[in-house]
């Protein structure tokens, strides 16, 4: 599968711990996205990377949250000390600028439930 | 602030008839106007786009006709079929401002 993959699918956790989310954008898309999902809603947009660097984050991404994407490559989104708020789908999505930079493909989610 | 209102938020059909979205956004700074499709409990995939160097654009059964004047693109779907039931999501830009959904049920 030359997909968005991320991992894990499923994450249960209790209030007050941290959690860790990865995605594998598709190979050589320099462009990686990362949007919350809740029932009913629309997907909203997080924060993104081009390359190793994070260019913009949302003002929904609290200093409780925190993405990396230290090689170019994988991303990993943190959420510490995580409240029953956080409880949402995580969706990852990648994008490349040699070829449409704007058509992004989505991974599968990672759905948290925080109890 | 960037914005995208979608309507209506659930829509029924009957199977074979054509069914229309709409979605009006408050900031021209994009070009890129893509549509979602999510079935239940999968990812969203792109089923079509527009760029807003052109009023509309066809695939098939499903089209997508972009006013930049009014603000506002639409998704029209013809002959329904029961397996276009899913939820479908207009979004705004390249770091996609997403509209709420519309639920479409195409019943047979």
């Known amino acids: 599968d030359t997909g968005v993959s991320q991992d894990p699918r499923h994450k249960i956790t209790k209030r007050g711990q941290n959690v860790t989310f990865r995605c594998d954008p598709i190979?050589?898309?320099?462009?990686l996205y990362w949007y919350r999902q809740t029932l009913g809603q629309g997907p909203e947009f997080l924060t993104y990377?081009?390359?190793?660097?994070?260019?913009?984050k949302s003002r929904l991404l609290s200093d409780r949250f925190s993405a990396e994407r230290p090689k170019g490559s994988f991303s990993t989104l943190e959420i510490q000390r995580t409240e029953q708020g956080d409880s949402a789908m995580y969706l990852c999505?990648?994008?490349?600028?040699?070829?449409?930079?704007?058509?992004?493909?989505f991974g599968p989610g990672t759905r948290l439930l925080v109890l | 602030g960037e914005n995208v209102e979608q309507h209506p938020s659930t829509l029924s059909v009957q199977e074979g008839d054509s069914a229309v979205i709409k979605c009006t956004y408050s900031?021209?700074?994009?070009?890129?106007f893509p549509w979602y499709k999510q079935e239940l409990g999968k990812r969203p995939q792109l089923i079509i786009d527009?760029?807003?160097?052109?009023g509309e654009k066809k695939d098939q059964r499903i089209a997508v006709t972009l006013n930049k004047t009014a603000k506002h693109f639409s998704l029209h779907i013809t002959e329904t079929q029961p397996e276009d039931s899913a939820v479908y999501f207009c979004?705004?830009?390249?770091?996609?401002?997403f509209g709420d959904g519309t639920t479409l049920t195409v019943k047979p």
């Open positions: 999505a990648s994008s490349s600028d040699r070829e449409d930079v704007e058509t992004q493909y």
């Open positions: 190979s050589e898309h320099n462009r």
């Open positions: 990377f081009q390359n190793e660097a994070q260019l913009e």
């Open positions: 900031d021209s700074a994009s070009n890129y």
């Open positions: 527009i760029r807003s160097n052109v």
């Open positions: 979004a705004w830009g390249g770091k996609s401002t």
